[in-house]
Structures are given as C-alpha cells and as structure tokens.
C-alpha cells in the first residue's frame, strides 16, 4: 500500500484493487467474485458485516417470486390493507406525502406492459440463483448452510378456484409448483393447523437456517482471502485519473474501482454522484420463536402475508411492509402481530410472548418501484458499478448479483440481458 499525504485527509492509494461500500449479502459475495477475477478486495462498512437488511431476513431464497410486487392483483387488497394499522402493508400516517411519488411510480408499473417487462426481468435473474451460492458455500465450507426442501405458500379460506388460478399463473411463469390438499399437506409438515386447507408447493425452493451465519460464512471465506474490512462509513465517492476515491471521515482511499452495494441507504451515495435513484425503504419486522422449531420448511401464508422459516435458533417469523421513511422509529407490533399469526397456523403452539428485546428485528428493503435491481455500470463514471434496491429478494440475488457484476467489471459477457436492470431506465 502506498500512502500519501494531502492538508486535510491522507490519501491512500491502493493497487488492483476494488472497493466494495457495504457489506450485506450482496456487496459480500460481489467481493467474493471479484476475488476470483484476481482482485484485492475492501470492504467499507461502517456496520461491519452483515449488520443492515442481511441480518435479520426469512432465510427464503424465493425463487418462485417471478411476479413483480408491483402486481395488479394486490390492488383490490390495498383499501382494506392500509386501514389495518398492524396489516401486511401499512403507510405510517404522516408519511404518505413523502411516499407518493414512490407508490404514483409503483402503481403505475403495474400496466399489462411494464408490468410484463417486469415479470421477464424477475423471472431471468431468479432462474438458477440458488445454484449461484453453491461455490461460494463450498469454498466457505458452509454449504450445510443451505437447505433444498421446497417451501409452502398455505390457504385457509381461499376458494379453490382462486388457488387454481395461482397455481396456473405460477405454471405460466416457468415456476415448478404443486397445488396440495389437507391430507398431502400434514404429510409434509404435520405441525400444520387445522385451519389451513390448502398449499402450493414449491419444491426447487431452499432456505437457510441463519442468514446472518450465512453472510459471516462468506465474509469470512472472502477474509481468509486478503479481503480487509474498513469500518467507515463512506461520506463520498468520486474519479480520480482512472481511479476511484472512497472518502470517509478520516481517509481519502483510492481504488482501481468500486462496487456500491449499499442497499437502502443507496439514494444519498448515488445522488453526489448525479445519478437519480426512487428508492423507498419498505420495513419489516421478524419474530424469534426459541421454543417452537416444528416445521421443517418454510411456510409463507397467502392470507395473512407472512413466512415463517425454520431456523437453527427457531422459528422465524417473518414479514410486513412499512412506509415510515429510513428514520424512523421501529414499530414492534408489527412482529407481535405475526407471533398472533403464527397460533392460528401451527397446531399445539407452545410459543409464549418474548420477553427478549432481541427476538424482534426490524430492517430496511431497499425497493424500486418497477420491482427490479439496479446491476450497471455508472454512465456518468469510469469504473463505478452499482448492485443496489434488491427489495425483497437480496437473499437470493445476492451470488447471481455477484457473478453478473464480476461479468460486467470484466467485460465478458453477461449471463442474462442486463438492460431491464440498468441505471438509465431512472435518469
Ligand atoms: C423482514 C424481511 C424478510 C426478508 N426475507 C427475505 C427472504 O426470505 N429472502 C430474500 O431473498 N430476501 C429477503 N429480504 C430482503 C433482503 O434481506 C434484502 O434484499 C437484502 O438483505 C439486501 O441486501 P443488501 O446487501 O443490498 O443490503 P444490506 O444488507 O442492507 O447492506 C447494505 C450495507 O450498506 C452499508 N452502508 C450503507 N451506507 C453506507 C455508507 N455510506 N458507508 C459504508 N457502508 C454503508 C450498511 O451499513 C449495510 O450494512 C427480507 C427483508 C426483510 C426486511
């Protein structure tokens, strides 16, 4: 490393050799990737690893998401959604004015055209995103930490024939899915109450029993490889002769090229940098149930919108989506709501209410509203790349969003079309 010293900052130059800002999933393993495209890799994150959205998710690499959230079947929903202030959706009163030009751009994604374009998107980046992780797990001996058991989407009082209809849509989209009734159901996961009647399987699914372990596993694999972790936080990014500064409050750092993979917090980096960016953060909550690990796969109920996922330190519950803005001030009920959920869903629950202010987790989506990433190139910089707004689904994006960014950074070509995910389609 080779130093030098300006008035206010030091500068600190460094050679082949890549900055990642953030380090959840998915800065993780695109610095993982680049590792294997010979590059030295710095990870800033002044959270350390795995402290942002990563930590706390369901687990659910939910490649059978190939709808956009922005669908029009959910409008109907919605009024009696956001009337519900413990609902699936909730828009924080007073919020509403901030988030309008978010949900106007939302909505209007939800037209048969974008709305297709969208789905196309979604269903190229989820084809075979799990198998993208199976390298990177191996090299981290941690393969243990994905499960491929399938997972449930479950139905209490849904008629038939709306479920038909789902499965049909889901058969249409190239999701591999099976329509389960009671009996096949309590075969697979006997825990299951009474009031559930139905199920669409969907047996190429896999989870994982710690996400958190997960993102540790793969840091560490990257460390163990001459990454370094600065924990920074990053105030600015810019060019410098065919390099890039990473400036934090201490140091000017300087880089062959960077990736940002900041996740919710992407709007403020990208807007210095002139690049306009709708993001909106969609919060939600997790509950920790220690004493009631019966299922054996994850469980997401169509009714009540939320998934639970066995995992190695319980059950985890998991869902809601809050518009309250990046500030403000979690809102537990929302995972107390879901511990409600989960008595209705699983026969015999033993869970008692969590004393443990750990056990409930909140965490920022970072969502565009046409329900697609950003994975680019900067049109406006040399050797900027960005791999942002993974919404829902940054779990399993998180390794194909790697190889696709390795595969752009070295100007081969790319495993999908990456147009539908390119920074031009906000400027
Ligand atoms: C309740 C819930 C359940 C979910 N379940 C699933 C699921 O089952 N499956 C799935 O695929 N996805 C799921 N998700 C979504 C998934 O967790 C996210 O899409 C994913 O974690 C995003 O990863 P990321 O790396 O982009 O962002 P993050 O993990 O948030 O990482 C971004 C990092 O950037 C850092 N950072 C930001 N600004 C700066 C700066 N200026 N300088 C330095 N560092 C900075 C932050 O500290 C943070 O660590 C869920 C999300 C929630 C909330």
């Not at 795995?50 to 709808?67: D, I, P, R, Y």
């Not at 509203?369 to 960005?386: A, F, G, M």
């Not at 942002?388 to 752009?408: E, V």
Request: charged share 20%; glycine share 6%; with cysteine.
């Amino acid at each position: 490393m080779n130093k030098q010293t300006t008035n206010k900052t030091e500068t600190v130059n460094h050679n082949k050799h890549f900055a990642i800002v953030g380090a959840g999933i998915v800065g993780i393993c695109c610095g993982l990737e680049l590792q294997e495209l010979g590059y030295r890799v710095t990870f800033f994150d002044d959270q350390g690893f795995a402290n942002g959205c990563s930590h706390g998710n369901a687990g659910h690499f939910a490649t059978e998401q190939v709808f956009p959230l922005a669908d029009p079947a959910i409008l109907p929903q919605i009024p009696k959604m956001l009337l519900d202030p413990l609902g699936p959706i909730v828009l924080k009163p007073g919020y509403m004015l901030k988030a309008l030009p978010w949900l106007t751009k939302f909505i209007s994604n939800m037209r048969s055209k974008p709305f297709q374009h969208n789905h196309q998107a979604l269903q190229s980046l989820n084809k075979d995103a799990i198998e993208y992780y199976r390298p990177l797990l191996a090299k981290a001996n941690a393969s243990h930490l994905l499960t491929t058991r399938g997972s449930l989407l479950v139905y209490e009082n849904t008629p038939l024939s709306m479920i038909e209809k789902d499965l049909n849509k889901y058969l249409a989209g190239g999701v591999q899915v099976e329509l389960l009734d009671k009996k096949q159901l309590v075969e697979l996961e006997p825990t299951l109450s009474d009031r559930v009647n139905y199920a669409l399987f969907f047996p190429d699914v896999a989870h994982t029993c710690d996400p958190y372990e997960l993102c540790l596993a793969l840091a560490n694999s990257a460390m163990a490889n001459n990454a370094t972790l600065i924990k920074e936080k990053v105030t600015g990014i810019s060019e410098a002769k065919q390099k890039v500064n990473i400036k934090t409050a201490q140091f000017c750092h300087q880089f062959d090229g960077v990736v940002i993979a900041t996740g919710a917090w992407s709007k403020s980096i990208l807007k210095p940098l002139n690049l306009k960016l709708p993001m909106e953060v969609e919060r939600g909550y997790h509950y920790m149930l220690s004493n009631n690990h019966s299922l054996t796969r994850p469980v997401a109920s169509a009714e009540r919108k939320f998934i639970m996922t066995p995992m190695s330190k319980g059950l985890r519950l998991a869902g809601t989506v809050e518009f309250a803005g990046i500030k403000a001030k979690e809102n537990y009920k929302h995972a107390d709501k879901m511990l409600q959920h989960s008595y209705a869903l699983l026969s015999k629950s033993t869970a008692e209410p969590s004393k443990n202010k750990e056990d409930r987790w909140m965490g920022l989506r970072p969502s565009l509203p046409d329900s697609l990433p950003v994975l680019d190139k900067s049109p406006l910089h040399e050797n900027v790349y960005l791999a942002l707004g993974h919404q829902h689904l940054g779990l399993t994006w998180g390794a194909k969003t790697a190889k696709l960014m390795a595969q752009l950074i070295s100007e081969q070509s790319t495993s999908i079309d990456l147009k539908p995910f390119s920074i031009s389609r906000f400027q």
